[in-house]
């Protein structure tokens, strides 16, 4: 047939554009419609139906000639609807007053008390952190504190939640943008940001961790593998690029703060927390301490070798590429990023005009071959042009520089001489070292000598390349410095992670200053610059109306396109998941895929019924679990059916319970419960065992 395109297909006969496979899915594929409730249907047997849920199920049996299987014991029903609901068996006396309770609610009454137990949390906490590959530590990492410090914080938000049956519009939305909401005194929803911040460090790669984001956002939320559009459209979805971009643009304008807030205050007479405060006060002290030493000998070595920084400078000034200029300095014993410094320096046009520099900046341009012979002359020039420094003219025009290099030798030894004047290195460290900050450090008192204060301001004067800021220590570190620094902050992070009187800390994101115009990274290359894309929501599931993102990264705008009832794919999304786990098979096969690669529910009218209840009753996901679980497709019995076995062998029908296994969780304490050990503590910092 010559391999034609499939219908729809793009111009010319080639393959369909992005735009086209957008709009030909929002047309065709099923998950991107939108939910709609069906109308119940008329069933052979609705004596058999208990809910509207039973008769969808039923109108498809019925078509089959088949029905539903009769209800579970009443001992297997008690014990499913624990295990379903808390992750532990009921006790004796419980089965046994289910099994004596002859009104027609008493089912209606053990759910009750299974949604208003603490457990219920616990276990359906359970599986929304394995959505959040949730983990107390960060993966592989080289250098930093593997421990989360605040992880327990994200697992408490989660538990409360579901015990509280927040609206699961509202848990979407905090869980991504808690830090841009109202939340009054009670801080405890910035806890839930723990989503976006809790995943794997990727060993400090920044694009790695968004993508991380990104993907755990959009498959767990939407059933969309977003991710595949990295480095291309995606293959088969309605993704592009652009797309992935922009919401690559949301999660780079965020950032994790230095200082996590709190959300929780401390006793200050806590001996713990005063213990834990002495601890980090000491660490801190420590490195501190370090930081100021290190500090001292950088400005100590930027201020001596000011010659060696000017002559290279000069010798790199026509040098436009990174690796030759590096290794320059290299060569020279000298920090390329101080001699950039200069460089940059230099290049400003007031610098012209300056007393000291002016002087230089005219002799740098000579040119090599004829400077010895114009040297004098230019000196001379330059004096009656404007302010020249008395003290650099005099030695410059008593014995004129054969070269730059003299220049610069020139230059050194009059600085040192102004340096001297000021006070020498040790005073300076004695300085440092009583606590006084660098700013004084950097700006003495002023020298009598209007002229030798000028040389001084050379290297010490605020904008001066060899007046380096504290921070600069982290910039501008040899590897034994960098390994003593790295030690001295993970000392601190130790202590933070795991003592046992810190405060509980949120591990919120909040957004930067200036948000990030994201672009496509062609083929996933950061420096492969594509197109500028604006910081939006996704194509697919916004419609011709789409507008860019206006407040700050878009993460709120975000949570709420994601959280919306014109989504068709969150409601569903979620209710899939909970129905997998009440019967053990999903009604969509690939639970975090809703793509066009993925096979339709097994029964589109059940998803949908589900999806709009789910979010009529106020996305109250217990209301979500009375419904299924009040059923009598779920109180069914999982005994086998020979003809309902030959007719439907996968059981997509529903005509009886699915026969499921404990998970190991369930397992593992039904083996305490029965022996007497299970711990039923909860909150608070994981234990490591």
């Known amino acids: 047939m010559g391999a034609p395109w499939p219908e729809g297909s793009g111009v010319a006969g080639g393959p369909p554009t992005i735009e086209e496979k957008i709009a030909n899915a929002r047309a065709r594929h099923w998950a991107f419609q939108p939910v709609r409730k069906p109308a119940p249907p008329v069933v052979q047997h609705p004596e058999r139906a208990q809910t509207e849920l039973d008769a969808l199920v039923l109108a498809k049996l019925d078509a089959k000639g088949l029905t539903l299987s009769p209800s579970a014991d009443r001992r297997t029903l008690v014990r499913r609807a624990y295990f379903d609901l808390v992750g532990l068996p009921p006790t004796v006396e419980q089965v046994e007053a289910f099994v004596n309770d002859p009104g027609p609610n008493a089912f209606v009454k053990v759910v009750e ?59 979407l939305v905090e869980q991504l943008a808690a830090d841009q909401l109202e939340l009054g005194d009670d801080k405890r929803a910035l806890a839930a940001m723990g989503l976006l911040t809790i995943g794997r460090r990727f060993i400090g790669v920044l694009d790695d961790q968004i ?14 593998t977003v991710s595949c559009a990295r480095c291309h459209d995606h293959k088969f979805d309605p993704i592009p690029a652009d797309d992935y ?63 060696e920084y000017l002559l290279a400078a000069y010798d790199t000034k026509d040098i436009t590429e990174d690796d030759p200029f590096r290794q320059l300095a290299k060569d020279r014993k000298l920090y390329w990023q101080i001699v950039e410094k200069w460089r940059t320096y230099l290049k400003a046009d007031e610098r012209t005009s300056d007393p000291v520099l002016g002087i230089w900046m005219a002799l740098a341009a000579l040119p090599a ?62 300085v440092i070292e009583a606590g006084v900050q660098h700013e004084e450090l950097a700006r003495p008192e002023k020298l009598d000598d209007a002229d030798m204060e000028g ?58 200053a200036t ?15 594509g197109a500028e894309v604006p910081r939006q929501f996704l194509a697919i599931l916004s419609g011709p109306d789409r507008k860019p993102f206006e ?42 895929d809703f793509g066009l690669r993925s096979d339709p529910p097994s029964n589109p009218e059940l998803l949908d019924y ?43 029908l529903l005509w009886r319970q699915n026969v499921r296994r404990l998970d190991f969780e369930a397992m593992r304490d039904a083996i305490l419960a029965a022996s007497g050990n299970l711990d039923l503590a909860m909150g608070g910092e994981s234990v490591t065992v």
């Not at 008593?398 to 600085?415: D, F, G, H, Q, W």
């Open 369 to 430: 071959e004829t400077f010895e012979a114009q040297a004098p002359a230019n000196i001379e020039q330059t004096a009656q042009s404007g302010a020249v420094n008395a003290i650099l003219l005099k030695s410059l025009k008593e014995t004129p520089p054969k070269s730059m290099a003299e220049v610069c030798e020139r230059y050194a030894a009059l600085i040192r001489d102004a340096d001297g004047a000021w006070k020498n290195i040790l005073e300076a460290i004695s």
């Open 113 to 171: 008390v299974l949604l208003a137990s603490p457990h219920y949390g616990e276990r359906w906490a359970r599986y929304w952190m394995d959505l959040a590959r949730y983990s107390d530590t960060k993966g592989y990492v080289f250098e930093e504190e593997r421990n989360f410090p605040f992880s327990h914080t994200y697992r408490d938000y989660l538990i409360r939640s579901f015990n509280e049956d927040l609206p699961y519009d509202q848990f």
């Open 551 to 592: 407040h700050g990264s878009g993460r709120l705008e975000l949570a709420h396109a994601i959280a919306s009832k014109d989504n068709p794919l969150t409601a569903r999304v979620f209710v899939n998941r909970v129905w997998m786990q009440l019967f053990g098979e999903p009604l969509v096969a690939t639970t975090s």
């Open 610 to 652: 589900l999806a709009a209840t789910f979010m009529e009753s106020g996305w109250s996901i217990k209301q979500l679990h009375r419904a299924i679980m009040l059923s009598a497709t779920y109180q069914q019995s999982s005994a086998d059916n020979p003809e309902a076995l030959a007719v439907d062998p996968q059981n997509d």
């Open 245 to 307: 971009y922009s919401l690559y643009g949301v999660f780079r304008s965020s950032q994790e703060p230095a200082e996590l807030p709190l959300i929780s205050q401390p006793d200050p007479e806590d001996p713990q927390y005063k213990d834990f405060l002495e601890q980090v006060s000491q660490k801190e002290k420590a490195l501190k301490e370090f930081v100021r030493q290190k500090h001292v000998e950088l400005l100590t070595h930027a201020r001596e070798h000011a010659g």
């Open 515 to 529: 948000p990030y115009q994201p672009y496509v990274f062609k083929r996933g290359k950061e420096d492969n610059k």
């Open 455 to 512: 040389l001084r301001l050379a290297v010490y004067g605020p904008t001066s390349p060899a007046n380096l800021a504290e921070s600069a220590v982290n910039e501008y570190r040899d590897i034994p410095t960098h390994g003593r620094l790295t030690q001295l902050r993970t000392d601190i992070e130790r202590v933070q992670a795991t003592h046992s009187g810190r405060p509980d800390r949120a591990m919120v994101m909040l957004d930067a």
């Open 211 to 224: 993508d991380d984001r990104i993907d755990v956002v959009t498959r767990g939320m939407l059933g969309l």
